[in-house]
T-cell receptor, first 113, second 114 residues
């Protein structure tokens, strides 16, 4: 069945350092989404990527969708303590009409001041 | 305010008891989902529903049951058959139509069974 792998599971950085999390799917995806979950909170949608090779930016966050639509990455430049949380990727199978998402296990980011 | 509500935020039960978690949305979304979250496990899909009176099993449906009698409500029952029910339960919804698959999550219910 569909699997979405995400690495690393944990990342500890000092404030100001960059951070990257990677997501790989066992099958081709129709789209990929990224969510952020603050400690004690619930996942909040960040962005959706649909096109092959797509790159989107949100301030210090850069999201990429691979050419084969099987991998994605989230890069944060110059992390801040407000970036702390767990970042999840989630993909939808190509051809799926049910809209279910397959979530990666997430990358838990800790930022030291 | 539009959104998804889950109640209660914390729930404690004795082993062997069934418990029902509430999920209500006023976003007029067609699709609703239940996830379970354990530390280091990410989000695992329990059940989902695309329309009223219809639902499908997710990856870990054993020991759980749902109903979808109204568009805005999708309660989850954790039965005594669920071997390890202590977890954080998240409900989500999304519009059925449209190109975005963005899911909106409720605040979650932390269930502890002893």
């Amino acid at each position: 069945g569909q699997q979405v792998m995400q690495i690393p599971q944990y990342q500890h950085v000092q404030e100001g350092e960059d951070f990257t999390t990677y997501c790989n799917s066992s099958t081709t995806l129709s789209n990929i989404q990224w969510y952020k979950q603050r400690p004690g909170g619930h996942p909040v949608f960040l962005i959706q990527l649909v096109k092959s090779g797509e790159v989107k930016k949100q301030k210090r966050l850069t999201f990429q969708f691979g050419e084969a639509k099987k991998n994605s990455s989230l890069h944060i430049t110059a992390t801040q303590t407000t970036d702390v949380g767990t970042y999840f990727c989630a993909g939808t199978d190509r051809g799926s009409t049910l809209g279910r998402l397959y979530f990666g296990r997430g990358t838990q980011l800790t930022v030291w001041p | 305010d539009g959104g998804i509500t889950q109640s209660p935020k914390y729930l404690f039960r004795k082993e062997g008891q069934n418990v029902t978690l509430s999920c209500e949305q006023n976003l007029n979304h067609d699709a609703m989902y239940w996830y379970r979250q354990d530390p280091g496990q990410g989000l695992r899909l329990i059940y989902y529903s695309q329309i009223v009176n219809d639902f499908q099993k997710g990856d870990i449906a054993e020991g759980y049951s749902v109903s979808r009698e109204k568009k805005e409500s999708f309660p989850l029952t954790v039965t005594s058959a669920q071997k390890n029910p202590t977890a954080f339960y998240l409900c989500a919804s999304r519009p059925r139509q449209g190109s975005s698959y963005e899911q909106y999550f409720g605040p979650g219910t932390r269930l502890t069974v002893t």
